[in-house]
């Protein structure tokens, strides 16, 4: 007897940290989920693979070629991603472009003494690559890699220099060749003490400090080097764009200087602004502000320069786009370009979040080919915007993979086996459910519903089995736990997405007058939208109480035609809770219902006698109809026996006890029958 088994889905958020994610130039965007690397296809809304094997938290990732140096790497039939995580390491995986599949390479030596916080590199030739690393010790790593141009050959790593920074940690790195200086290499880096200090050097030689760009009044947190500036067929400046908590973006020109002979009678606006001079062997570059960015009013996370445009048929000649993207903690990112006629830089674009629940952007990257954007959340959550316009522009929004950014502590399968639930110490309620596309022929999974957004961590689920509507009970860092019903919005989009239809079949849900839930504020409850609420409710103003801190948006439940958005599942997508359940001494860790969906029994932590009781609930009435004395400590877990006869209960004192369970009228009186020592 032979059994296949075949993935079908990954779901994964990613880890709250900047420099967590990274998209490269083979289209695919590579992100930490922990202590894995996560691999997703933004054609696809899908997470592909993952790669396991880094001992702490991922905290940066890097490709090798990037989307803008993808012109240079046309050849390459391998490309290289770069991890760093919590404890120091960096591992280098390699990704065949021609089979699709993925192996481990290295991991670097000499790792850091502390977590990396940042990498960043340059493709110097089609397989030569320098990259580099910080870390919170204070540490900057400068490396040469040679990438294989075949299959079978091996890369090869040599280290060049590490760089003392002291006490002030840098946090963002950037590098870049200097325009005219064949062979020489410079290095951004900014942190803790509000500074951009540039080092320069080349592949044999030692980073030599050159001098610092001040400006910024808070910490530096990201910096990107634009490819080479034509003036007059002549690649002789460099563009650096530098985002701050300061709320300010600030963009820096780097121009190589002429001789004093021939800049005697040039007099000018920045002849009075003139900041340091960069020297890099004979040649020497001045250093001036271009232009001050406002408009965000939070943090400013990330900052990038959109890839290069190909101008040669053969591909090895490009031109910078004059276009800077910027992701801020104030929940949009923002293109900015230079005007035609005055040569100002405006924000063009502006997409964000409109949830109320998310606290803003870490991160944003450009797709490889500049008609995408994507922004990653602090609640672990991607954000895809693509530019469908024809003549002008417009950004619409696009499906992304999902999945919880922490423990998941629990997970069950719906009693017909249509989606899958799970809950974590993310605070989320999360329901995954296979989509059957257009075509009818072939399923897709994604996140259609968010049930619940707690304010605990949730520890534990069990949905109610036997007929009627969805239902399920949770328990989280509370003494209480919550009964949430399936609203009607849901019931039509699970239907549609399993037949494309969203009229319900079930006669005995064809009752429910339950449309969504809105939840407020200050509070953990999930308040009941009525259908007929929604229908005598007049329409709103669309500026009017939209996610101020006195007030919420409330919800707008709908039947959902194609897998939701961030947006939608963030607030749109919420049950109902229908009960609480008191009684437990603290918080609540593990749940369980029958095979008939009659009775559901529940436990908190304990460590004593009285507190490890295990509760049972009567469902419907959701009376508490006993209680089992027989744990001293916490009970990790239990289940019914397939007759719904006996209940087996394991905890922490290392005993497991059966109980028989007796059926009393409406009510059941259960009767410990066996204990035993394990």
């Known amino acids: 007897m032979s059994c296949e088994v075949k993935r079908v889905f990954v779901g994964a958020g990613c880890n709250r940290v900047v420099n967590n994610v990274s998209w490269g130039a083979s289209d695919l965007v590579a992100f930490g989920a922990h202590n894995a690397v996560a691999i997703f296809c933004p054609k696809k809304a899908q997470i592909v693979t993952t790669l396991p094997g880094h001992k702490a938290s991922v905290n940066c990732t890097f490709w090798l070629p990037s989307t803008k140096f993808a012109y240079k790497a046309q050849r390459l039939q391998q490309h290289y991603l770069l991890s760093g995580d919590a404890d120091g390491a960096i591992m280098l995986w390699e990704f065949s472009l021609i089979d699709g599949k993925w192996k481990y390479v290295l991991t670097v030596p000499q790792p850091h003494k502390k977590g990396v916080t940042c990498i960043s590199g340059i493709m110097l030739s089609a397989n030569e690559a320098i990259f580099a690393s910080t870390s919170s010790d204070g540490t900057v790593n400068i490396w040469e890699i040679i990438l294989p141009m075949t299959v079978g050959e091996k890369c090869r790593l040599s280290f060049i220099e590490s760089l003392s920074v002291g006490s002030k940690t840098m946090v963002a790195l950037a590098l870049a060749e200097l325009p005219g200086n064949t062979g020489h290499v410079v290095l951004a880096m900014g942190g803790l003490d509000n500074k951009i200090h540039l080092y320069c050097g080349d592949r044999t030689g030692k980073f030599v400090r050159a001098c610092e760009l001040k400006g910024h009044s808070d910490w530096i947190r990201s910096l990107d080097f634009s490819l080479p500036i034509v003036a007059h067929g002549i690649r002789s400046s460099l563009l650096l764009v530098s985002s701050s908590q300061d709320r300010a973006i600030r963009i820096w020109k780097m121009v190589l200087r002429e001789s004093s002979e021939d800049r005697k009678d040039v007099i000018g606006l920045a002849s009075y602004i003139e900041g340091p001079v960069l020297s890099a062997g004979p040649s020497s570059y001045q250093i001036s502000l271009e232009s001050l960015l406002i408009g965000h009013e939070d943090w400013v996370y990330s900052v990038q320069w959109k890839p290069p445009s190909v101008t040669s048929a053969d591909g090895t000649e ?361």
């Open 318 to 678: 490009c031109i910078q786009p004059q276009s800077i993207l910027s992701a801020s903690m104030d929940k949009t990112m923002m293109i900015w370009q230079p005007e035609r006629t005055t040569g100002l830089w405006m924000n063009v674009v502006t997409v964000g979040e409109l949830s109320h629940c998310a606290l803003g952007f870490y991160g944003g990257h450009w797709g490889s080919n500049g008609d995408s954007i994507l922004a990653h959340g602090y609640g672990g959550s991607f954000h895809l915007w693509r530019n469908v316009g024809v003549d002008s522009e417009n950004w619409q929004p696009q499906k992304v993979p999902s999945g919880h950014h922490s423990v998941v502590s629990d997970i069950a399968w719906a009693r017909s086996g249509k989606f899958l639930l799970s809950v974590s110490h993310d605070q989320t309620t999360r329901i995954f459910a296979p989509w059957l596309n257009l075509k009818g022929d072939q399923n897709s999974w994604h996140e259609i519903a968010r049930p619940q957004v707690h304010g605990h961590d949730i520890n534990c689920v069990a949905i109610i089995q036997g007929k009627g509507n969805h239902r399920f009970v949770c328990g989280a860092d509370e003494k209480v736990a919550r009964v949430f019903e399936a609203p009607l919005s849901f019931l039509k989009t699970l239907n549609c997405a399993i037949s494309h239809e969203s009229d319900i079949q079930e006669d005995n849900q064809m009752d429910v007058q339950i449309l969504g839930a809105n939840m407020s504020a200050l509070g953990l409850s999930q308040k009941p939208i009525y259908v007929h609420a929604v229908q005598e409710t007049p329409q709103r103003s669309s500026s009017e109480g939209i996610d101020t801190l006195e007030t919420v948006p409330e919800a707008v439940p709908v039947t959902l035609t194609e897998p939701p958005i961030e947006e939608q599942l963030a607030w749109h997508t919420l049950w109902p809770e229908s009960h609480k359940l008191y009684g437990h001494g603290n918080e609540l860790f593990s749940l369980c219902c029958d095979h008939e969906g009659k009775l559901v029994a529940s436990s908190c932590k304990a460590q004593t006698v009285s507190v490890a009781e295990i509760w049972l609930w009567e469902v419907g009435s959701w009376k508490a109809v006993g209680r089992l004395r027989s744990h001293s400590l916490t009970v990790t877990q239990m289940a019914f026996s397939h007759d719904d006869s006996l209940l087996l209960s394991v905890s922490r004192d290392r005993h497991f006890s059966v109980f028989s369970i007796k059926r009393k009228g409406n009510y059941g009186c259960c009767i410990p029958c066996v204990l035993l020592c394990v």
